[in-house]
């Protein structure tokens, strides 16, 4: 029979990243921790981590055997000395034996040397990071209209969020912290969602983990496509909460087979997605999807120095006829501080107040904490990346620097030059071709993808981000700009909203009526990309 890895890793008292060495170091293949392995491997996991004690203690990363780590640590030091049995070398790896035992020739133990001294220095990056303490995974919801976002959040809100002093209003500011049994996690809460992808589109990332929420009676629709589009071009996992399961008509099977038509393969299909059923409205099933959350930053290792340098991005900003500006700012890297001087773009503040996502006034604030703050005199855009500054001496410097590079970028784009590159063509292998189609119908769009994917060539690869039915979205633009993608519609009218963000963005927005001029405009698209052949 077959077990979970990290079921199993729980019952031996390992980490999964530990766990997930052994396996590699046994050669048996998993796609991840929520992957199954066979009984028989549990027993010689066992047999391994009885016969070597805490490994991570003995050998770091993940050295294979005894026997091998005794090897390794023979030729590091060839030092003259004899008959040093292999146990005893595994106990003090650092003292060890003559090369004249290993049995290797020259050319194998140079080679393994070098070997060696690439793997010091990996480890020796990876003992940097790994002295950084871990953070909290910031969390974004999203998902198609009505599929049950702010609900489940709400759910989430009001179950782990912990109840406020009595008389305090519970104030939206963008972002929350929820307290989970196995540690913090940041939910981004911004009205409309859009967040995630109005960051993205500046090119910072907020969010570590993307759960896709697709309520069980409707499956899949388009804007369920286009939120993992978002995803996966951000390339932040993903999880799936399959809501709603509480109506008589939900249908969580027909979620998971729709899911496999776009190529996520659910768990129980034989493939790596992770599926939740839950229900916003009972809380059914919240407190796994929470853990598979935990789960997931596990396996994302990440970490964040509080001491280092400070960089934020901006949530949300409002302006309050009292208060004046107040902005949420993400804590990305370091600890941000009542006084400290802070610049976005080109302007600069002071942080005179600052609370936390439950209102409570706090001084100073670490990575993976959203802030709310008081101290900018115009109302930062959410996206914005925040730098500090230690005083205002240097909070004006900044400010000028950012300005004259702005002039220069304007005059440089005033005068068009031909680059090398212009001339020659970009000296890079393989080009992608990023698109994003839109159709009236699927068949349509399968038709499309079909002749398609018969036009790649060797050195230009097409890469559909997203095959959407119906008009092309402000999403579809703020996409295409993440990505520079062209959108190409068939058969489909783009509102003039939707022309203008394209516009505003210079993203190349074409629309067709007949199939063929469609794909003559892909082979232009191609060409495009292929280098000049002499
Ligand atoms: P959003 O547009 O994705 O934020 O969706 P909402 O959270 O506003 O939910 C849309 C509708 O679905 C509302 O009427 C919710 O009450 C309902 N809803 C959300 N989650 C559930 C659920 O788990 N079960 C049921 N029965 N209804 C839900």
Do not use: W
Request: hydrophobic share 40%; with cysteine; aromatic share 2%.
């Amino acid at each position: 029979s077959k077990v979970r890895i990290y079921t199993i890793a729980k019952e031996l008292g390992i980490d999964n990243a530990e766990m997930l060495s052994i396996l590699d170091d046994l050669g048996v293949s998993y796609k991840s921790v929520s992957s199954t392995i066979e009984e028989d491997t549990v027993e010689l996991i066992k047999g391994i981590i009885a016969e070597g004690g805490s490994r991570a203690a003995q050998s770091g990363a993940g050295a294979s055997t005894e026997a091998e780590a005794a090897q390794t640590s023979q030729t590091q030091t060839p030092q003259p000395q004899t008959q040093v049995q292999p146990e005893q070398v595994a106990q003090a790896p650092a003292t060890a034996a003559p090369a004249a035992d290993s049995g290797m020739t020259a050319e194998e133990l140079a080679e393994l040397a070098a070997l060696e001294a690439e793997e010091a220095a990996e480890q020796a990056a990876t003992a940097a990071r790994a002295e950084l303490p871990h953070r909290a995974p910031v969390v974004t919801i999203m998902g198609h209209v009505d599929h049950g976002k702010t609900s489940l959040l709400d759910y989430i809100r009001s179950s782990k969020v912990a109840a406020k002093e009595a008389g305090g209003i519970t104030q939206h500011v963008g972002a929350f912290e929820a307290q989970t049994s196995r540690g913090k996690v940041v939910f981004i809460d911004t009205p409309g969602h859009e967040a995630f992808t109005t960051i993205r589109a500046r090119g910072a990332n907020v969010a570590d983990i993307a759960i896709i929420v697709i309520a069980a009676d409707d499956s899949l629709m388009p804007q369920t496509r286009e939120a993992i589009a978002h995803a996966q071009a951000a390339g932040v996992p993903m999880l799936v909460a399959i809501n709603k399961v509480d109506l008589p008509q939900a249908d969580p099977e027909r979620v998971k087979a729709d899911l496999t038509t776009i190529n996520l393969v659910p768990e129980d299909y034989g493939g790596d997605v992770i599926t939740v059923p839950v229900s916003a409205r009972t809380g059914e099933g919240v407190e796994d999807l929470l853990e598979y959350i935990s789960l997931t930053a596990e396996l994302e290792d990440l970490r964040a120095d509080p001491k280092g340098k400070f960089g934020g991005v901006i949530i949300e900003s409002r302006v309050d006829k009292q208060a004046g500006v107040l902005a949420t700012v993400m804590v990305q890297e370091g600890t941000l501080k009542v006084g400290d001087f802070l610049v976005v773009g080109e302007n600069y503040g002071k942080v005179k107040a600052m609370t936390d996502s439950a209102g409570k006034r706090i001084k100073d604030a670490g990575p993976s904490t959203p802030v709310q703050i008081l101290g900018f005199s115009e109302a930062p855009s959410s996206g914005e990346l925040v730098a500090s500054a230690s005083n205002e001496h240097e909070a004006r410097e900044l400010v000028a620097q950012r300005q004259e590079q702005r002039r220069d970028e304007e005059e440089a784009r005033k005068k068009p030059r031909l680059s090398l590159d212009d001339i020659l063509g970009p000296l890079s292998e393989a080009h992608t071709v990023n698109l994003i189609l839109r159709a009236d119908t699927q068949g349509s769009l399968e038709a499309i993808q079909g002749i398609l994917a018969k036009k790649e060539t060797d050195d230009v690869k097409l890469n559909v981000m997203l095959a959407g039915i119906g008009a092309p979205t402000e999403g579809d633009v703020l996409l295409a700009s993440t990505a520079d993608a062209t959108i190409l519609c068939f058969s489909v009218v783009p509102s003039g909203a939707v022309k203008k963000a394209a516009e505003n963005k210079e993203i190349d927005l074409k629309s067709y009526r007949i199939i063929y001029e469609m794909i003559d405009e892909v082979d232009r698209l191609i060409k495009g990309n292929l280098e000049p052949v002499y």
